[in-house]
């Protein structure tokens, strides 16, 4: 094993100018942004704050490569959000527990995201009102 490492050592000290590897990885990071501003579409993870009340919801996002790039690393975080924007309901079964409608919650998630379009929306929690933070992934 000692020997294919020294070879391989030995083949890039001989072979490959550094230059080149300096290049090579500029190619690649040129190449990589010219394809963020293709349109893709993917899942981002959406971190819900609902007057206080914290959850996560999966959603199915399109847009520029970028944009979803800064929204899947969160680097863009606009999702507060108030009981008003969202249709809810209380639990036949439980008082405690709210029950939210999914698509007035992507409608209300979609307003806060103007460069990209949310095309679907994932489980949406039952908040509790005794609780905080509803789903911490």
């Known amino acids: 094993m000692g020997k294919f490492l020294n070879a391989i050592e030995n083949f890039f000290r001989n072979s490959v100018s550094p230059i080149f590897v300096l290049l090579l990885f500029a190619s690649f990071a040129l190449w990589y942004i010219t394809k963020l501003d293709y349109d893709y579409t993917t899942d981002i993870p959406v971190r819900v704050n609902l007057d206080g009340y914290k959850f996560k919801v999966q959603c199915t996002a399109e847009g520029r490569g970028s944009d979803l790039v800064a929204h899947r690393f969160n680097m863009v975080d606009r999702t507060k959000l108030t009981f008003s924007r969202v249709i809810h309901a209380p639990l036949a ?45």
Request: charged share 20%.
């Open 93 to 137: 079964t439980d008082s405690c527990e709210i029950v939210l409608s999914p698509s007035s919650l992507m409608n209300a998630i979609a307003t806060t995201y103007p460069d990209i379009r949310i095309l679907s929306i994932g489980i949406v929690p039952n908040i509790r009102i005794d609780q905080k933070e509803v789903v911490e992934e």
